[in-house]
C-alpha cells in the first residue's frame, strides 16, 4: 500500500497557493458522520451555507454549490448563459485565463483573447475599446480572472465594470476568484459582476471538491435563452432544490460541513480583517525578495497580490531544481512554475489558514533553500519581513 504522510517530524509546510492547509478544526467538522442528504438535519446545514457563503461573496444573489473543482464552476458559468457560436472577450493575464480559454473554445464559443506578457492585470480600457467597437453587440460575455493564481496579478473588477458601463454594452460580465474569493476584498453585487466563479481550496480553507457560482439577476434571465447543453451544471434544477436547503444529486455531505466552519471562522474574524491580514502577509513577502535581490513577476505595484508572490530565478538557475532542494532539505512546498513561466518562477502562497509566525517560517525556508540551492541572493529577507510584521 502507498503511504500517504511519509513527511519526516514537523508539520509540512504547504506553501503553494492552493490547495492551502485546512484548518484543524476544518478537518474536525469533516469528520463528522455522514448524513442523509434528503432528511431534515441536511436541509438545515443547506439552508445555512447556502447563506452564510453569500456573505463571503458580500451579495444578496443566488449562490450555487457544485461537487467540483474550480474547472467546474467555469463551465458551469458560460453553459448556463451562452449558446454555441457566442462570442466572448477574455483576457490574457496567465495560466488560468488561458485554460479558461481553451475550455470556451471547446465548447463551441468564439473568443476574442486580449494578449498579455503575465506580468500585468487586466486592462479595462482595452477591454472597453474593444466593447465599443462591437457595433454588432456580437460580445455576450467578457470573463476576466480577478487573481491570477499563476503569476501574483490581481486585476481591478470595478474598473472593467466601468469599462463596460462606459461602453453600453450589454455583455455579462464573468469573474473567477479561485485564488482570491476569502483572501482579498471581492464585491459581487457593488462591482456589478454578473457570475463569480470560486473553489473551495483556497482562501475557504477547505479541501478541492466545492465550486462556487454567484449569479445575478441579468445572469439569470439569460439562463432561460441559453442554447449550450448543461445537465450536471444546470443552475434552474439546483436553485430549485436549494429553496429548502437540499440538492438535486448527492452532495458533498461533509465537505459542507468544513463549509460551514470555515464561514464561522472568516466571521469570528471579520471579513475586513480577514483582508487586511493577506495585504500585511503580501508585503511582508515582498520586503523580504527585495531584500534577496530578487524580482517579482508582477511589474504593477498597484497590482501585487495579496495572496500569494511569484518570483523570478536568476538567469542559469532553474526553479523546479530550488523547489526540490526546498522540498526534500526543509519539507516545504512552494509553487511551480505553469505553461510559459515554467522553471522560470517559483511561488510562495500566503492566503488561507495563515499568521505571521507561518509566514516567518516559509520565508526562512526559502531563504535557507536560496543558500542551500547555491541561488545567487543577498541574505536579509527574513529579517526585513519580521521588521515589517513586527513595527
Not at 509553487?335 to 505571521?356: M, S, T, Y
Request: glycine share 10%; proline share 6%; aromatic share 6%.
Amino acid at each position: 500500500m502507498l503511504t500517504l504522510n511519509n513527511h519526516p517530524s514537523g508539520r509540512h509546510f504547504l506553501q503553494i497557493p492552493g490547495p492551502t492547509n485546512v484548518p484543524d478544526r476544518v478537518l474536525r467538522a469533516i469528520d463528522q458522520p455522514t448524513i442523509d442528504h434528503r432528511g431534515p438535519e441536511f436541509g438545515a446545514l443547506g439552508l445555512a451555507v447556502l447563506s452564510g457563503v453569500k456573505q463571503v461573496f458580500q451579495t444578496q444573489a443566488p449562490v450555487v454549490i457544485f461537487p467540483s473543482s474550480g474547472t467546474g464552476a467555469w463551465e458551469a458559468a458560460l453553459v448556463n448563459t451562452l449558446s454555441p457560436g457566442d462570442r466572448v472577450l477574455m483576457v490574457e493575464t496567465g495560466h488560468f485565463a488561458s485554460l479558461w480559454r481553451k475550455l470556451a473554445g471547446r465548447l463551441g464559443l468564439d473568443v476574442d483573447f486580449l494578449e498579455g506578457d503575465w506580468r500585468r492585470p487586466v486592462d479595462a480600457a482595452a477591454i472597453g475599446a474593444r466593447l465599443a467597437g462591437d457595433a454588432d453587440r456580437r460580445i455576450k460575455a467578457v470573463c476576466v480572472v480577478h487573481n491570477e493564481t499563476s503569476t501574483g496579478v490581481t486585476s481591478d473588477v470595478a474598473a472593467v465594470r466601468k469599462a463596460i458601463d462606459r461602453a453600453g454594452h450589454p455583455a455579462l460580465l464573468m469573474v473567477d476568484t479561485i485564488s482570491s474569493l476569502g483572501s482579498i476584498d471581492y464585491r459581487h453585487d457593488e462591482w456589478g459582476v454578473d457570475v463569480t466563479v470560486a473553489g473551495s481550496q483556497k482562501g475557504l480553507m477547505l479541501p478541492p471538491g466545492l465550486a462556487f457560482n454567484a449569479v445575478s439577476a441579468k445572469a439569470l434571465a439569460a439562463a432561460d435563452g441559453a442554447r449550450l447543453p448543461r445537465s450536471y451544471w444546470d443552475w434552474r434544477e439546483m436553485l430549485a432544490a436549494n429553496a429548502r436547503g437540499y440538492f438535486p444529486y448527492t452532495p458533498s455531505t461533509n465537505l459542507l460541513y468544513g463549509l460551514h466552519e470555515a464561514l464561522a471562522m472568516l466571521q469570528a474574524e471579520g471579513l475586513p480583517q480577514v483582508f487586511a491580514r493577506h495585504r500585511r502577509h503580501g508585503q511582508a513577502t515582498r520586503l523580504a525578495v527585495d531584500a534577496w535581490g530578487l524580482e517579482l513577476l508582477s511589474l504593477d505595484p498597484a497590482a501585487h497580490s495579496p495572496a500569494l508572490t511569484a518570483v523570478l530565478m536568476p538567469a542559469g538557475h532553474g526553479a523546479d531544481a530550488f523547489r526540490k532542494v526546498v522540498l526534500e532539505r526543509f519539507d516545504m512546498s512552494l509553487g511551480q512554475g505553469l505553461g510559459k513561466l515554467a522553471d522560470r518562477v517559483f511561488r510562495i502562497g500566503h492566503l488561507g489558514h495563515f499568521n505571521d509566525l507561518t509566514l516567518c517560517g516559509t520565508l526562512a525556508g526559502v531563504e535557507m533553500g536560496l543558500a542551500a540551492a547555491g541561488v545567487p541572493h543577498r541574505p536579509g529577507g527574513v529579517r526585513a519581513a519580521m521588521e515589517f510584521l513586527v513595527g
